[in-house]
């Protein structure tokens, strides 16, 4: 797997540590550059893996120029869309072959039930000669040759019907109930979250205790151009900001908050706040965490659909408390 560096703390766990367990790496790049991914390419490379909007980095890709370097390598380009949203950006429209959402975040909405969910473009070319598995016949589904059987649908069948029953990845039927229901009301709560996200990050930029913003929709954001290109309508609820007075003022800010819950979850309508460095990435080490754009004073906020008014006076306290 070729994959951007700038990822989930739980994915890159997966790609870093167990995943090669099972026989695959991954070797990460510097997503900025689109180029790196076709440098990067090896005879064994089997996938493209990013994240449209990281977390917690908040990057915007340029997926269509990723894609065309998968493309090239003909390799699907997977694209993990959790904390974009398909209210605010379908991948699919700009080259990726599979796309995977978090349904536990935005989707659900409420952050009382796991899932996820993967979503194949069927447009991928499982014949071309890097995936005997689509086109030998397969010993454990009755000698089922998966392409010629299915063409297109090949990839979806094949998890289905090898990669759930072998694995287990089933949602359970009262979650899937539950994200149901978020889904109904997704792209109305993600107006909220966006326009908050952004009156917000505005407000913080004006703060004398907190030394930088990143949002991609502030015109300081280095991803601004490509948030217009491919975020438009929102740039979805999350925004990290660093406080003066480092890794301890930061774990400090976070402990004296009381709208914004002290939770490593995202997406929820109600406002969440952590600090990364001493929970989601402390197992990553000070380099890893670089490249995954988690400093030390680095706080990450979800924000919710509250008033805004309520979500600025509850930072003030946490300021003041400092
Ligand atoms: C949370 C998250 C995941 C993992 O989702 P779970 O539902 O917690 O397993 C994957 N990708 C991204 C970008 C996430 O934010």
Redesign the pocket.
């Known amino acids: 797997i070729v994959a951007s560096s700038s990822?989930?703390g739980?994915?890159y766990n997966l790609l870093n540590v167990t995943l090669p367990r099972l026989g695959i790496t991954t070797t990460f790049v510097d997503a900025s550059h689109p180029e790196n991914f076709g440098k990067a390419v090896k005879e064994n490379t089997r996938a493209f893996f990013v994240?449209s909007l990281g977390?917690p980095k908040l990057d915007v890709l340029d997926l269509e120029a990723i894609s065309k370097q998968a493309k090239a390598a003909k390799v699907p380009f997977i694209v993990?869309n959790?904390?974009a949203t398909p209210a605010l950006l379908n991948p699919i429209k700009h080259g990726a072959d599979i796309v995977i959402h978090?349904?536990?975040?935005y989707i659900g909405g409420q952050g009382n039930s796991?899932?996820?969910v993967i979503i194949d473009a069927g447009n991928f070319d499982w014949a071309n000669g890097k995936f005997p598995e689509f086109t030998e016949p397969s010993a454990g589904y009755h000698g089922l040759v998966y392409h010629e059987a299915l063409g297109n649908a090949s990839y979806t069948f094949k998890l289905i019907l090898e990669g759930l029953r072998d694995f287990g990845g089933a949602l359970s039927p009262f979650n899937a109930f539950q994200i149901i229901q978020g889904l109904e009301t997704l792209s109305v709560r993600i107006r909220q979250h966006s326009e908050n996200a952004l009156e917000l990050a505005q407000w913080l930029e004006g703060r004398e205790e907190v030394a930088w913003v990143n949002y991609p929709g502030l015109a300081s954001s280095p991803y601004k151009a490509l948030a217009d290109k491919y975020l438009p309508k929102g740039q979805s609820g999350i925004v990290t900001f660093g406080i003066k007075g480092g890794f301890e003022a930061a774990k400090k800010f976070t402990d004296a908050t009381e709208v914004f819950s002290l939770l490593a979850?995202?997406g929820d309508t109600k406002s969440l706040i952590i600090h990364p460095a001493s929970t989601t990435h402390q197992q990553l080490t000070a380099v890893q965490q670089a490249d995954a754009g988690v400093g030390q004073d680095l706080i990450r906020l979800s924000v919710g659909i509250e008033n805004i008014e309520d979500l600025k006076a509850d930072l003030d306290i946490a300021f003041k408390s400092l």
């Open positions: 990822l989930y739980g994915t994240e977390n993990d959790t904390v978090s349904l536990t975040k796991l899932g996820g979850n995202i």
